[in-house]
Nanobody, 112 residues
């Protein structure tokens, strides 16, 4: 049974930072491509960032230079460091694994 458990969301002022974590079980984490998506009310779910097993990363244009995705294979955990947060970053953030598994989501709210 695959489980992706996110943590680290919350309320932060614009310009602040948060770090999201996602710990996986039930998959071979070290060979899995991991990603973070987000969905704001009324919007479709969109890719924020992803990281391959080899460490290659890519980002949505809207977060490039502000967010950083990383992984710790020893802990089966992927992180999303979010800096210089903006009100438009407010959304539910979801962890994604192997192109098919989803976490339950964690709310990020940025106040302006």
């Amino acid at each position: 049974q695959v489980q992706l458990v996110e943590s680290g969301g919350g309320l932060v002022q614009a310009g602040g930072s948060l770090r999201l974590s996602c710990t996986a079980s039930g998959i071979i984490f070290s060979i899995s491509t991991m990603g973070w998506y987000r969905q704001a009310p009324g919007n479709e779910r969109e890719l924020v960032a992803k990281i391959t097993s080899g460490g290659s990363t890519n980002y949505a244009d809207s977060v490039q230079g502000r967010f950083a995705i990383s992984r710790d294979n020893a802990k089966n955990t992927v992180y999303l460091q979010m800096n210089s947060l903006k009100a438009e970053d407010t959304a539910v953030y979801y962890c994604h694994a192997e192109g098919r598994y989803w976490g339950q989501g964690t709310q990020v709210t940025v106040s302006s």
